[in-house]
């Protein structure tokens, strides 16, 4: 993808973005544009195969893994790959396509990266050519190309000097795992980038044949068993990595996943039991994702197959996951979901707000609320809840037959399991709203929505976003909040998130504003019969209004 075939914000985006960055490189001194402040997140992106070399397709994904794990052996926060891939999907971007800056920055902004590496890759005989530069999109800086020249043989060597030169002031603290066979290596990345799962094993399978010691490979190959479904291969995998490996603790969890999976509770429980006993010593105040995601799952386990009082209940692990990795959205669910299945329901309402405070969209929040609602006698504000949750999602008629049939509350199995022991959980929105105490609530909701609102109108998103955020952090329900969101997405070129912002924009407070941009967001989904609907309640609301019928006149 390259400039001219973005649409014109975001070329406008990425003449700014590069001017102010030249103007800024130019003007400051050689040493400030070498440093990466501690604790930046660096966000390595695929480089591009210059020569479009079909033997070469493979180095584009593994110049981006080389070059952060490098980075990670000097201390450097890099984003890992899965966290990559994940922002890669939502964006509905290809993760082999060669893409504009403003793409990049945009990729960067997703995933709260401070500065973003970018480079190119080509082939010169026998000889690997990498040139990379890195853009600070916190300030504006592009900094200088650093360039490495090598025989391809000598692909790991390569990637080490260039992170050296692309940080100089970083010093190695961990030693680099010992690097594979480079064909173990190459068939390992063909293996993570394969368009289908038995293509993806065939790979990986070759890669350990080829390095019996290759570990990574083991750990993608479960991941690929998991997605097919076969979890017994999945938990081999898993256990062939040795207990002397530095990924041995990751391979326990996952192997207890796959326990999880095979309804083999007690053997599940026991790994991630021993996982917590055993968890390395942290900080006052360091995040620790792995043991928190072994007590969701702990609870998770306890759920599935009932509680005793020497085991513990679902509640006392999902709580210490809740303190270990604070705010977290999915182990405040499961903390809520568990009180509704024990009828505490109070309990039950005040986690599950909890949880809708960080993911408003999340229906199974507003449909389990609903349930704990309507148990503690708040009937009205209950069929506001189920109301919403049916607007998000339109599963529940089928989920409420089989709770009847259970004869509970609500239906089993919307417990979630936490299969990534590392994933970041971002940018809450606590973290960010200073005093809140000692300010009306509604006032510094109006205050960060007016801020959101400026910020939206002056097209810096990302900024906007953490503002709003903010606003349906202090008022959930929000209207306006929601609606700016929904545009944003929209911008952005996330029509599927923009529809379940919109939908609460409207449930909250209907307007023409928000019927409009949903149609909007259905049209980029290509659901005309959808779009038009909502055009026509916008007529209802407001029949003068030109853009509605506009948008209806295109579509008839």
Sequence with gaps: MTSKHLPYVERVTLAHVIAAAVALTLMAPASARAQTPAGSRILVVPFENVQREPKLYWLSEASAMLLADELRTRGLAAIPRDERVRAFEELHLPLSASLSHATVIKVGHLVGADEVIVGTLALDGDNLKVDAHSIRIDVGRLQPDVSERAPLTDLF?????????????????????????????????????????????????????????????????WS?????????????????????????????FLSGVSLLDLKRHDDAFSVFKGLVDNAPSQGAGARNPPLAAALNNLGVVQIRRGATPQTGTPAFYLTKASDVEQGDPDYLFNLGYAYVLDRNNQGAIYWLREALRRDPADPDAHYVLAAALQASGSAVEAAREKELAR???????????RAAADKLPVPKGLERVREDPDTRTGLRPEQAIVNSAQRDQRELAAFHLDRGRRLYEREADSEAMVELRRVVYLSPYEADAHLLIGRIHLRAGRPQEAVDALKISIWSADSAAARIALADAYLKLQNTAAARTELEHALDLDPNSAEAKRMLAQIK
Excluded: C, M, N, W
């Design 157 to 221: 060597a390569v990637f080490g000097r260039l992170a050296g030169r692309l940080a100089p002031d970083a010093r190695v603290t961990a030693p680099a795992d010992a690097h594979p066979p480079l064909d173990a290596f190459e068939h390992y990345i063909k293996g993570l980038i394969a368009e289908s799962p038995a293509v993806q094993a065939a790979f990986l399978e070759t890669a350990i044949k080829l390095s019996a010691r290759y570990d990574r490979a083991k750990l993608a190959l």
């Design 224 to 252: 690929v068993r998991t997605d097919q479904g076969d979890d017994a291969a999945a938990l081999a995998a898993a256990r062939s990595v040795p207990e002397a490996s530095p990924l041995a603790r990751r391979a326990r």
């Design 391 to 401: 607007q998000l999602s339109s599963r529940y008629e089928e989920l409420e037959r």
